[in-house]
């Protein structure tokens, strides 16, 4: 008897309910296990087959079929010596072999060769069926992207798209108020050719995708027509292509294209051929185009080199190129956009917010335009930028808090605007501003603390606006040179620590609400040289300012201020005083000696306080004087004739004193002379023959005096605008002088009360 040779043999699907079994073939002995087959019949339903055995009835024992987590498990029988699936026939009929000339085969496998064969056709056939529905599903998709391509209103006819009714763009979501916000970006539109290429790109680059429909008659839908259609030179791949669409984004939303003006005709805006860097207000920085695999480093000899070239400044294009020659690939320059200055262009329009794209920006200036809408969020992602003027507009809504992102903002200008919101607290971020105009914008609430962070600051300008409160003592903490606060409804005390801005040569303070004294220590600020805090509720006295050697302008009028005038302002040995006015308020005490020291003074103005006294002789020293008005108060005595050494003196105001004697005909040598008022004293005589020559005189008033004569007709000639004088004097070119106040003056020479 032969080596016995032993053959296992799978016949069936463990997984088919259980009407399978393995056989175990051994060469000499046939040990078949039964199996019970199930095929199918013409009408669908199936039937048990017969179970067939052979001749052989050698049977082996048989164990109980069992499963473990659902699966058959294979036991050893040792009776057998090799391993034996469990028979899960429940009948034991023995399996049939059969030989058909190939070998020995079983009944049961060549019925499952037949339903194998049968699965795998149909198993095709619905494959086939699915990929050609995916396909007609994914075809009629692209189809109706097609047709509702958001850009075919305005496509040429020769693109095939000329369908006019087209659904307007929106995106999923609310288009967000800040740039930190992630935003919605539309799925791209299907195609491959160049517009679909640069629409794609473009609403990667927009903020609100909804700016670029075809409905829409936006500035950035403009943007994207004039690329497709006259900048012939841009595809979606350009580099600069962001750029390209930032600045004409810009210039469609300000109506450059329908400018009108002082540079009609000149603008190269948008005019095709024209490079972008050769707009009007527009400078670039660009880097030339090199050949090299190699880009240089960033710094020479470990120094940084303006002149160097980075690695993002250059996009390497058409690499592929390389493939078939030995040349290296071509680099293309980054367009760097660093300046936009469009002052004073009557643009009009609003400001897009795809300015943000504008990252190299140094300087944006689109001061004293028409300018209307609110300011973008987008444009405080210019982190580059050193000047934003934006003064002499329309502009409306808030300053918004993202201002503290410019932290490299140098000059700031939001002047004349329309604005109705507060100075962000976040301005304080802003520690390189040096200059900022803030002034007549419509600007509300307090004066923020933070702007004592403003360590680089010299002049802050606010003035004109409807701020209230109490200035921030934060102030004595910022080096500024000018502080221009006037014009709003500040409250409170001045604080004393302005005394120590030691830079401070300007403060104006005017037309406010601030009470309390003036800091003493204003002295200590050795560069002042402009005090304006006239027309508040200030009071006290005057404080000593004999240290400041640069005052020229003190102006303190329409106060509550007390005490005599300090002869310190004039003590000093160089005095650069040249605007004194101290008028309507409380002071008392006699006019100070002005001294030869004050050579520069050019105004004087005392009027309507208490002082009394005479008018010092040495008055005549003040030989820049043009303007000294002392009406208002209690001089007496005689007018010095040293105020003809005044020859530039343009307006005297004497009246209402108590002025007595002759009027000085000196007075008439003053030919520079336009206003006299002498009204309202005691002066006698008659009008001084000298005045006829004061040929440029457009006001001279002498009423209420005891005046005596009759007027020159010279001085008639002269053609004085006010001429006013006592009724008994004859005046044929004077007025004042009506019925009523004839019949006035008749009835007090016969001593009748005139008074009500």
């Known amino acids: 008897m032969n080596d016995t040779s032993q053959i296992q043999s799978l016949a069936g699907d463990n997984t088919s309910n259980n009407n399978t079994s393995y056989s175990q073939i051994s060469n000499g002995n046939t040990v078949t296990d039964t199996t019970s087959l199930v095929t199918p019949t013409n009408d669908g339903s ?3 087959t017969t179970n067939l055995s052979n001749n052989n009835n050698n049977n082996y024992p048989i164990r109980e079929s069992s499963t473990r987590f659902g699966m058959q498990s294979v036991e050893e029988d040792s009776s057998v010596g090799y391993s034996r699936v469990p028979d899960v026939n429940p009948n034991n009929q023995p399996n049939n072999r059969v030989d058909n000339g190939n070998g020995p085969r079983y009944g049961d496998e060549q019925q499952f060769d037949r339903r194998d064969r049968f699965s795998i056709t149909k198993t095709i056939a619905i494959v086939i069926l699915l990929v050609v529905v995916a396909i007609a599903v994914a075809l009629g998709l692209v189809m109706a992207l097609r047709r509702n391509d958001p850009r075919v209103g305005n496509i040429p006819n020769a693109l095939n798209r000329t369908n006019n009714n087209i659904p307007t763009y929106s995106p999923n979501t609310a288009f967000p108020t ?16 160049r517009s679909d290429q640069i629409f794609n790109r473009l609403v990667d680059l927009v903020r609100d995708p909804s700016v670029l429909n075809a409905s829409a008659d936006s500035p950035q839908r403009k943007a994207y027509e004039y690329i497709l259609y006259q900048g012939l030179e841009w595809d979606a791949t350009d580099p600069n292509l962001d750029v390209v669409f930032a600045v004409t984004s810009l210039l469609f939303g300000l109506n450059a294209d329908k400018v009108e003006g002082k540079m009609e005709g000149d603008e190269t805006w948008m005019v095709p051929g024209v490079p972008l860097c050769n707009y009007t207000g527009v400078t670039c920085a660009t880097l030339n185009a090199t050949q090299s695999t190699n880009l240089p480093p960033n710094n020479n000899n470990g120094n940084n080199d303006d002149k160097a070239v980075k690695e993002d400044d250059r996009t390497i294009i058409n690499p592929e190129s390389t493939q078939n020659n030995n040349s ?18 009557n643009l009009t329009g609003t400001i897009v917010n795809e300015v943000h794209l504008l990252t190299h920006l140094t300087t944006l200036d689109l001061g004293k335009n028409r300018i209307q809408g609110t300011i973008p969020t987008g444009l405080f992602d210019l982190t580059e930028l050193k000047m934003l003027e934006l003064g002499g507009n329309a502009l409306t809504g808030d300053v918004p808090t993202l201002i503290g992102s410019l932290t490299r903002l140098e000059m700031l200008g939001i002047y004349e605007n329309d604005f109705s919101a507060s100075i962000p607290t976040e301005i304080g971020y802003l520690t390189s501003l040096q200059n900022a105009f803030l002034d007549s914008a419509g600007l509300e609430g307090t004066l923020p603390t933070e702007i004592g962070n403003l360590q680089s600051i010299e002049e802050f300008q606010v003035y004109g606006n409807l701020l209230t409160g109490a200035l921030p003592t934060e102030l004595g903490l910022t080096p500024l040179r000018k502080i221009r606060f006037y014009g709003n409804f500040f409250s409170g005390s001045i604080p004393e620590e302005i005394g120590l801005m030691s830079n401070l040569d300007a403060i104006y303070l005017d037309d406010n609400a601030l009470t309390g004294t003036i800091p003493g220590n204003l002295s200590t600020c050795p560069m002042l040289a402009d005090i304006r ?15 400041l050697d640069n005052l020229a302008l003190f102006y303190m009028d329409h106060n509550f201020l007390t005490g005599s005038i300090p002869q310190s302002l004039f003590n000093s040995s160089s005095s650069s005083l040249t605007d004194l006015q101290l008028q309507m308020n409380k002071f008392d005490g006699s006019m100070p000696d002005l001294l030869e ?52 003196l343009e307006s005297l105001g004497l009246h209402d004193n108590r002025f007595t004697g002759t009027i000085s ?53 002269i053609g004085i605008n006010t001429f006013t004088v006592d009724c008994d004097i004859e005046c044929d070119c004077c007025s004042g002088c009506s019925e009523m106040d004839l019949l006035i003056d008749e009835l007090g020479r016969y001593g009748v009360d005139e008074s009500p």
Do not use: H, W
């Not at 290296?328 to 936009?340: A, C, D, E, H």
């Not at 508040?536 to 300012?545: A, E, I, K, V, W």
């Not at 005479?614 to 208002?632: E, S, V």
């Open 46 to 48: 199936q039937s048990q």
């Open 178 to 193: 800040t740039p930190r916000i992630t935003y919605t970006t539309p799925a791209p539109v299907m195609g491959n050719t």
């Open 328 to 345: 290296p690939p071509l680099s293309v320059p980054r367009i760097r956009v660093t300046n936009i200055i469009l002052y004073d262009f």
């Open 533 to 547: 805090m006239y027309n508040n509720q200030l009071t006290g006295t005057l404080p000593d300012l004999s240290m």
């Open 597 to 648: 020291n004050a050579i520069l003074l050019k105004t004087l103005n005392l009027a309507n306080n208490n002082l009394e006294g005479t008018i010092p002789k040495n008055i005549g020293t003040a030989k820049a004087l043009k303007k000294l008005l002392l009406y208002g108060n209690s001089f007496d005595g005689t007018v010095p004739d040293e105020l003809a050494f005044c020859s530039e």
């Open 665 to 717: 005909g000196l007075i008439g040598s003053l030919s520079k002379l336009q206003n006299l008022t002498l009204s309202d004293n005691g002066f006698t005589g008659t009008i001084p023959t000298l005045f006829k020559n004061l040929d440029i005189l457009q006001q001279l008033s002498l009423e209420g005096n005891l005046l005596t004569g009759d007027v020159y007709p010279e001085m008639c000639e």
